[in-house]
């Protein structure tokens, strides 16, 4: 993965995450009974911006990249936010298609190699947590 939750929040607060990536129907609760971010869901749309990213960049660059330059850090993250947004709206005029469609440019000039990724760019490493189940993970697939 080129970017994890906490990249997502530096691109869009919390409250509208937790909003993205939950479900209308099921949402992610803690034990207060807050709704919290639906790591899965998240998760869920970072590895689908990853694969979209690497199907650009493979046609210059070998993947997965490490490190992960900046660039690609943010395009996999701004991928990843409009897969969440386009679970629950349609809406065509918004930010995050804004911004979906300038990564998607922005990469099929990297797949052209009309641009770069620069190899001196201050590059980031990106990790996620493991993932953890709770006791209630099989019932959410039973």
């Known amino acids: 993965m080129y970017c994890t939750i906490d990249d997502l929040l530096g691109q869009i607060d919390k409250s509208k995450l937790i909003e993205l990536t939950n479900d209308r129907e099921n949402p992610a ?7 919290i971010i639906h790591e899965g869901n998240a998760n869920s749309a970072i590895d689908a911006a990853t694969a979209v990213v690497n199907t650009y960049i493979a046609m210059r660059y070998p993947v997965p990249l490490s490190p992960v330059p900046k660039i690609v850090n943010k395009l996999t993250a701004d991928i990843a936010i409009y897969n969440l947004f386009t679970r629950h709206y349609n809406d065509e005029d918004n930010v995050f298609t804004r911004r979906y469609r300038d990564a998607i440019k922005l990469l099929e000039k990297i797949a052209a190699d009309e641009v770069k990724l620069s190899a001196n760019e ?3 490493r ?7 189940y709770g006791e209630d993970f099989r019932r959410m697939y039973d």
């Open 29 to 35: 609760v803690d034990e207060n009974g807050q709704e």
């Open 122 to 124: 201050s590059a980031i």
């Open 126 to 132: 990106a990790y996620a947590r493991p993932k953890v």
